[in-house]
């Protein structure tokens, strides 16, 4: 289930659906069972159970999983305000069925809570969280109680992942057909807790009409691609990568990304290096290749062997005029390329010129930019989510750009993003974007679509996090990838 489904598309799954004869209150009815059954997984011996009920179809939800709890045996403490009957029609329905009181929603529901369901405000709440509503989330964040959140903590925008005023902090949030941007989005991904999804009776079908864009980016996103090597192949057919070195006192960036590049699959890589630090890489290098490379010539030099087919430059190679005119020169040539740090920083004050080279070739383009680097060179790009803004980036540069961070995300020009979910703090050391780029030059270098390449690399890069753990540090990123390839070898193997 990669799919990721803003509000929108959601609200329209929904109406297909019941314009298709299911009715409302069916899936309302699965909705509620799931949110109750989640409670009952996570905490069998609780007692009490506060379930808060909003004024829309959130709140139907609620009172179908408080009317479910109770049939399992637990105590429910029902918070609502207002009249049930004015409810919408199927929330309205949800709630007369339910046999128990309700009460005032206050803080006083909190009072011996083992549990809180929060079913207040659904997904697609645009307004901020204010005054008894945000006192009432408050009292529920500090009480002590696990909340299990319906479809996404009230506060926060499933579209955006933004919060508006407070927003619930959960243990876990059910989501119902697909999950949201928003559930993987900062900062809504911190108050989200682990994600279920939960099968309320949408068919997959949906999706052929909905087309959704946005998706979890994960192996089934991208593993039919994967370029596992095969029994015909060779060193050149695997791709021939070339790192760009920065000058003599910043040389370890493009030996990083070389590493990272080689232990991603590529055939073989060079490291590009000014004369002035070829001692220095050449007292380090052992599996990469070393090439005397100075200024743009250099790289046009370099570049008539068509055999070179991805290259990356930007990690540690200085902000000016001179790395402008490299990553120029390597535009005008055939290969695939990967731009990163101070090759998109020598362009701040002359994006244009970057972005119509890119636009003039026809081999891609992936930028791997964080989020000072995205700044300087996009400028105050609009959109409603960091979604939108890599989209609009991707679509001017002509590029797909990787907008690095906790939540990293990837876009094509054609508008495609995928969202990652293997973010890890462990990768907060200097040097995890440089080997980040190496991967993603790997990935280029072996024939990948460059959206596909860029969003491997991405999980690659989470996942080998994760599997070091405590003490990461960016050359231990590519000698986590065997571990990781070969898991992922099994799963292609044993789907």
């Known amino acids: 289930m990669i799919e990721l489904l803003t509000t929108e598309e959601m609200g329209r799954a929904d109406r297909l659906i019941i314009e298709g004869g299911v009715p409302g209150t069916v899936l309302m009815e699965n909705a509620g069972w799931g949110v109750a059954d989640e409670v009952a997984i996570r905490f069998p011996d609780a007692d009490t159970v506060a379930v808060l009920c909003g004024p829309g179809n959130n709140g139907g939800d609620g009172f179908v999983a408080a009317r479910h709890l109770m049939e399992r045996g637990y105590r429910i403490r029902l918070g609502f305000d207002g009249d049930p009957r004015r409810l919408p029609k199927d929330a309205a329905a949800m709630a007369a069925r339910f ?21 207040l405000f659904g997904a697609g709440l645009a307004r901020p969280i204010e005054g008894a509503s945000a006192t009432l989330i408050t009292a529920a964040n500090s009480c002590g109680a696990p909340i299990v959140a319906v479809d996404v903590p009230s506060g926060v925008d499933g579209t955006t992942g933004e919060v508006h005023g407070a927003a619930i902090d959960a243990v876990a949030t059910v989501t119902f057909f697909r999950m949201k941007p928003g559930h993987l ?27 959704p864009n946005i998706f979890v980016d994960n192996p089934d996103l991208w593993l039919a691609e994967f370029p596992w090597p095969t029994a015909r192949g060779y060193k050149f057919t695997r791709g021939d990568a070339v790192v760009v070195s920065g000058p003599a006192y910043a040389t370890g960036a493009a030996r990083m990304a070389a590493r990272g590049a080689l232990r991603a699959g590529a055939g073989l890589v060079t490291v590009a290096s000014p004369r002035d630090a070829l001692e220095i ?11 005397q490379v100075d200024g743009a010539s250099g790289i046009t030099q370099l570049l008539t062997d068509t055999r070179k087919n991805a290259l990356l430059i930007g990690p540690g190679h200085g902000v000016g005029e001179q790395t402008k005119s490299m990553v120029l020169a ?10 990163d740090a101070d090759a998109l920083t020598s362009f701040a004050d002359d994006p244009d010129t970057l972005f119509k080279a890119i636009h003039a070739r026809e081999a891609p383009v992936v ?25 609009t980036a991707a679509a001017r540069a002509g590029a797909t750009v990787v907008l690095k961070g906790a939540d990293t995300v990837i876009a094509s020009p054609q508008g495609e993003a995928a969202i990652n979910a293997t973010a890890t703090a462990w990768l907060a050391t ?66």
């Open 281 to 291: 890489n050449a007292c380090h290098l052992t599996d990469i290749m070393l090439r």
């Open 330 to 339: 390597a535009l005008a040539a055939s290969p695939r390329v990967v731009l």
């Open 430 to 495: 200097a040097g995890s974007g440089d080997v980040l780029s190496g991967f993603t030059l790997g990935m280029l270098a072996q024939g990948m679509s460059p959206f596909l390449a860029a969003s491997t690399a991405v999980w690659l890069h989470g996942e080998a996090a994760m599997v070091f753990g405590p003490g990461l540090i960016a050359s231990d990123l590519p000698e986590m990838l065997p571990t990781v390839l070969r898991d992922l070898e099994t799963r292609r193997n044993c789907p």
């Open 185 to 211: 989005l900062m900062p809504g991904r911190l108050h989200c807790g682990a994600v279920r999804v939960v099968d309320i009776g949408i068919p997959d079908a949906v999706l052929d009409t909905i087309k």
């Open 367 to 391: 930028m791997t930019p964080h989020t000072g680097e995205f700044a300087r060179l996009f400028g105050d790009v609009p959109g409603a989510s960091k979604v939108d803004r890599t989209r």
């Open 99 to 119: 046999k128990g009181a309700s009460e005032p929603l206050k803080p006083d529901l909190f009072d011996g809570a083992d549990v809180i369901v929060d079913a």
